[in-house]
């Protein structure tokens, strides 16, 4: 089992800078590969970013490619997403998203195979 507690959501302007958090419960932090995802009202939830256990590979999804950067602190059992250049169309509820992994290089990008999840934090771009 695994627990999933993001933070770091908030209101920022156009063109300014978020970094969300979510910190993991459990001994084995590295053996998740980690995702996030966000979902806007009416639409549907879509990847944003996916990081593996080992945190040397890292998938991006083209909208945010070159202004979002996912990392992970294993120490700390935390998994961070640097959200610079913001814009409207970020707005919405970000998830964090945790999938046991036999292999420390496995980088899932689809929400469904994810097994567990964070309750979401809200990051609102808007002037």
């Known amino acids: 089992q695994v627990l999933l507690v993001e933070s770091g959501g908030g209101l920022v302007q156009p063109g300014g800078s978020l970094r969300l958090s979510c910190a993991a419960s459990?001994?084995?932090?590295?053996?998740?590969?980690m995702g996030w995802f966000r979902q806007s009202p009416g639409k549907e939830r879509e990847f944003v970013a996916a990081i593996s256990g080992s945190g040397d590979i890292t998938y991006y999804a083209d909208s945010i490619k070159g202004r979002f950067t996912s990392s992970r602190d294993i120490a700390k059992n935390t998994l961070y997403l640097q959200m610079n250049d913001l814009n409207p169309e970020d707005t919405a509820v970000y998830y964090c998203a945790a999938k046991f992994t036999s292999s420390t290089r496995v980088v899932p990008t689809t929400a469904s195979v994810y097994n567990y999840w964070g309750q979401g934090t809200q990051v609102t771009v808007s002037s």
């Open positions: 459990g001994r084995t932090f590295s053996h998740y590969a």
